[in-house]
């Protein structure tokens, strides 16, 4: 695997613009393993404002938000991202607290889907077809080979 495509919006960030404890570390570790590291964001170009003020911009090499032009139009974000990664599906992970996330993942073709809970139920992401779901970022690392 070279990639991991997290979802910014509620897997990066908690309520209030807070960062869910373990995204730091997770991130900086993946840096040191030579990961490509790219951000989606359903939302508009704010949500790359509040990342580069909690300081976790230098950690992505791609950022892509919803108000972001994706040509051809009916290409998802995960395949823009993974085009903006230079990386093919099977080299990639996503990593989402979003059941939507989950699926446009699976509809990618990509390696693995990891859901995230951060202490949601786990069952949409299991229905999604998650194929691991763990309670929080921490332990994505146990699952990211």
Not at 4 to 11: L, S
Not at 29 to 48: C, F, K, Q, V
Not at 75 to 81: E, I, K, L, N, Q
Request: aromatic share 2%.
């Amino acid at each position: 695997m070279r990639a991991v495509i997290f979802d910014i919006d509620h897997t990066i960030f908690a309520a209030e613009g807070a960062v869910h404890d373990g995204v730091r570390d997770l991130l900086a570790i993946l840096r040191r393993l030579g990961m490509r590291i790219g951000g989606l964001s359903a939302s508009d170009h704010r949500a790359l404002v509040r990342l580069n003020e909690a300081g976790l911009t230098p950690y992505f090499d791609k950022l892509l938000c919803a108000d972001q032009t994706v040509e051809p139009k009916q290409t998802s974000g995960v395949h823009h991202m993974l085009a903006l990664l230079q990386v093919e599906a099977h080299e990639a992970v996503l990593v989402s607290r979003a059941h939507a996330d989950i699926l446009l993942g699976k509809d990618a073709g990509l390696s693995r889907t990891i859901g995230v809970m951060h202490g949601q139920d786990g069952a949409p992401l299991h229905e999604a077809g998650a194929d691991h779901v763990v309670p929080n970022m921490a332990a994505v690392l146990e699952v990211i080979e």
